[in-house]
């Protein structure tokens, strides 16, 4: 019985362009040389009759094996899993741009057999997904929490049907609202009202966006609009503070009958 210790070796290059100029900033050189072996449990290898061979042979090898490199600049993350094969390992390869500014990864081909390569920007590391649930609805809101000054502020919305029967549904339009304290637009949506024949799993999809034009930290918010099941208004979440003493009888139910997020901090640089 053994198990194999695997030296793994991953030498690349990456050329830091400035997005503007598309000059060379600096060149990033790495090897990563080393990988850590994770204490998951043990797997048989498939028999191998060693015959003449000098290759050392083990019966059981690490299930999975995790590593990675960094710098100022770039972390590159591999893991590896072993195939249904017993025999090879599947590498999946995470390289992390940790600046502002656009990489481009230069690998001898050897390398970038069979590599997925995943390309994250800031903006990307800073991306957050927050949902909240009512009834049988789920609101999900994904949304950066870190942007620029002078950008564009890109949001998206997904309300699900998690229910187990076809239903009737009746909502506004467009049925997720945003609202975004750091930009001076405002939405004027009109309460259009939509019927459908709703089945389980099915979801809407709203994207939206702003232009920043204030720093600091600015708030995000998010609401369906009014939800009715079978002609009878569905027991929202998260209203409490858009409820007013005027609101009585049948707007009160309506503001009641949203699915409303907590605001989401974004902060602007």
Same mark, same amino acid.
């Given at each position: 019985?053994?198990?194999?210790?695997?030296?793994?070796?991953?030498?690349?290059?990456?050329?830091?362009?400035? &997005? +503007?100029?598309?000059?060379?900033? &600096?060149?990033?050189?790495?090897?990563?040389?080393?990988?850590?072996?994770?204490?998951?449990? *043990?797997?048989?290898?498939?028999?191998?009759?060693? !015959?003449?061979?000098?290759?050392?042979?083990?019966?059981?090898?690490?299930?999975? *094996?995790?590593?990675?490199?960094?710098?100022?600049?770039?972390?590159?993350?591999?893991?590896?899993?072993?195939?249904?094969?017993?025999?090879?390992?599947?590498?999946?390869?995470?390289?992390? +741009?940790?600046?502002?500014?656009?990489?481009?990864?230069?690998?001898?081909? &050897?390398?970038?057999?069979?590599?997925?390569?995943?390309?994250?920007?800031?903006?990307?590391?800073?991306?957050?997904?927050?949902?909240?649930?009512?009834?049988?609805?789920?609101?999900?809101?994904?949304?950066?929490?870190?942007?620029?000054?002078?950008?564009?502020?890109?949001?998206?919305?997904?309300?699900?049907?998690?229910? &187990?029967?076809?239903?009737?549904?009746?909502?506004?339009?467009?049925?997720?609202?945003?609202?975004?304290?750091?930009? +001076?637009?405002?939405?004027?949506?009109?309460?259009?009202?939509?019927?459908?024949?709703?089945?389980? !799993?099915?979801?809407?999809?709203?994207?939206?966006?702003?232009?920043?034009?204030?720093? !600091?930290?600015?708030?995000?918010?998010?609401?369906?609009?009014?939800?009715?099941?079978?002609?009878?208004?569905?027991?929202?979440?998260?209203?409490?503070?858009?409820?007013?003493?005027?609101?009585?009888?049948? +707007?009160?139910?309506?503001?009641?009958?949203?699915?409303?997020?907590?605001?989401?901090?974004?902060?602007?640089?």
């Amino acid at each position: 019985m053994g198990v194999i210790i695997v030296i793994v070796s991953l030498t690349g290059c990456t050329s830091l362009q400035d &997005n +503007n100029k598309g000059s060379d900033l &600096n060149t990033y050189e790495g090897t990563l040389t080393r990988v850590k072996v994770t204490k998951e449990e *043990l797997i048989d290898t498939t028999h191998i009759e060693k !015959g003449n061979s000098e290759e050392i042979i083990v019966e059981k090898v690490p299930s999975q *094996l995790k590593g990675y490199i960094e710098d100022e600049v770039l972390k590159v993350s591999i893991l590896a899993e072993i195939d249904a094969d017993k025999m090879n390992y599947k590498t999946n390869n995470v390289f992390s +741009n940790k600046t502002d500014k656009s990489l481009d990864l230069v690998f001898d081909d &050897n390398i970038t057999k069979d590599l997925q390569i995943q390309l994250q920007t800031e903006e990307a590391r800073n991306m957050v997904t927050r949902s909240v649930k009512a009834s049988d609805f789920v609101l999900e809101v994904t949304t950066p929490t870190v942007i620029k000054y002078g950008g564009t502020l890109q949001v998206k919305g997904v309300l699900k049907y998690i229910g &187990n029967e076809t239903i009737k549904f009746s909502h506004g339009g467009p049925i997720i609202r945003f609202s975004f304290t750091g930009s +001076n637009e405002s939405c004027a949506y009109k309460d259009i009202g939509y019927v459908t024949e709703l089945v389980p !799993g099915q979801m809407f999809e709203v994207v939206d966006e702003f232009k920043v034009i204030k720093t !600091g930290k600015q708030k995000l918010t998010v609401r369906t609009t009014t939800l009715d099941v079978n002609d009878a208004l569905i027991e929202g979440v998260g209203n409490e503070t858009y409820l007013t003493e005027k609101m009585v009888g049948r +707007n009160l139910e309506f503001e009641k009958s949203r699915l409303s997020m907590f605001p989401i901090e974004i902060r602007v640089n």
